[in-house]
């Protein structure tokens, strides 16, 4: 990013998966995005499509008073019946939380 400005950094993290995906994800799978771009490598579109505006709210300042970790939002499922379930967090270097 141009500037002194460092893009925000982005962890989503496969929580569980219930049934059969096509894209193999299994739990424990970490996938890093910067700013309001798209994952790192090639990602489900129908599974980002529900974790980007999760992505937006969180790069905009928004925080998840109900989550453990407030700069972060769990569960958010695939469409594609439900059977991969997801997390995104803004990871904060600076106080390097999760």
Do not use: W
């Not at 309001?36 to 505006?53: E, I, Q, R, S, W």
């Not at 300042?61 to 059977?83: I, M, Q, R, V, W």
Request: with cysteine.
């Amino acid at each position: 990013m141009k500037g002194d400005l460092m893009a925000k950094k982005f962890e989503i993290t496969v929580e569980k998966v219930t049934g059969y995906c096509a894209c193999g994800y299994k739990a424990g799978d970490i996938i890093t995005c910067e700013g309001l771009n798209t994952p790192d490598k090639p990602f489900c579109g129908g599974a980002y499509a529900v974790l980007f505006p999760m992505q937006t709210a969180l790069h905009s300042g928004a925080t998840f008073s109900f989550e453990e970790n407030p700069h972060s939002k769990t569960k958010l499922t695939c469409p594609d019946n439900g059977y991969v379930t997801f997390k995104i967090t803004l990871v904060n270097e600076d106080e390097n939380t999760r």
